[in-house]
Nanobody, 119 residues
């Protein structure tokens, strides 16, 4: 059984900061990519940031310069440091992991954590 457990969401005022964590557990294999997605009410889920096992990062244009993704490979954990938060960052944030077991690729999702930014 593989689980991605997110934590760190909450309510914050605009301009504030939050740090999200995503811990992967179980027989997860080799994690090649971890990412954070978000989905606001009435909108499609969108990629916020991703990071490879080698530390290569990718960000949505809307969060560049404000959010930082990092990971601890030894702990199978990814983090999303969110600074200068804006009301438009309000959404449910989901952790995603792409893994390999042998030659088979798997994809896993966390249950989501709510981030609410007040104006």
């Amino acid at each position: 059984q593989v689980q991605l457990v997110e934590s760190g969401g909450g309510l914050v005022q605009g301009g504030g900061s939050l740090r999200l964590s995503c811990a992967a557990s179980g027989s997860i294999g080799s994690i090649i990519l971890m990412g954070w997605y978000r989905q606001a009410p009435g909108k499609q889920r969108e990629l916020v940031a991703s990071i490879t096992s080698a530390g290569i990062t990718n960000y949505a244009d809307s969060v560049k310069g404000r959010f930082t993704i990092s990971r601890d490979n030894a702990k199978n954990t990814a983090y999303l440091q969110m600074n200068s938060l804006k009301p438009e960052d309000t959404a449910a944030y989901y952790c995603n992991a792409i893994t390999f077991k042998g030659l088979t690729q798997y994809e896993y999702w966390g249950q989501g954590t709510q981030v609410t930014v007040s104006s």
